[in-house]
């Protein structure tokens, strides 16, 4: 089984910031070709915020781009968010995905269980 733990979410007041990690907990080998994170807001579909690949490559949507950066630890199999100058519209449930493969399932799409991010003065 593959889990992805996240932590870093919470109530922020505009123009500050936010940190969210997410690590994948397997027990059985697998190697990681995309890390990220969405995000869903009430009434709204999810969307793409940051993904980043093994190789370090970078995607942001433009709503985050300036202001929001994603980094990966591979020797940790971690991703970090950072999130800086959040405006209220950044409000949404924040989920880490992960595109990798194990030795047993092969490639597969995983999601941790969500973090709530809520910009509010």
């Known amino acids: 089984q593959v889990q992805l733990v996240e932590s870093g979410g919470g109530l922020v007041q505009p123009g500050g910031s936010l940190r969210l990690s997410c690590y994948v907990v397997?027990?059985?080998?697998?190697?990681?070709?995309?890390m990220g994170w969405y995000r869903q807001a009430p009434g709204k579909q999810r969307e793409l915020v940051a993904a980043?690949?093994?190789?370090?490559?970078?995607n942001y949507a433009d709503s985050v781009k300036g202001r929001f950066t994603i980094s990966g630890d591979n020797a940790k199999s971690t991703v970090y968010l950072q999130m800086d100058s959040l405006k209220p519209e950044d409000t949404a449930v924040y989920l880490c995905?992960?595109?990798?493969?194990?030795?047993?399932?092969?490639?597969?799409?995983?999601w941790g269980q969500g973090t709530q991010v809520t910009v509010s003065s």
């Open positions: 995905h992960a595109d990798l493969r194990t030795v047993v399932t092969g490639r597969g799409d995983y």
């Open positions: 397997s027990r059985t080998s697998f190697s990681i070709n995309t």
């Open positions: 980043i690949s093994s190789a370090g490559r970078t």
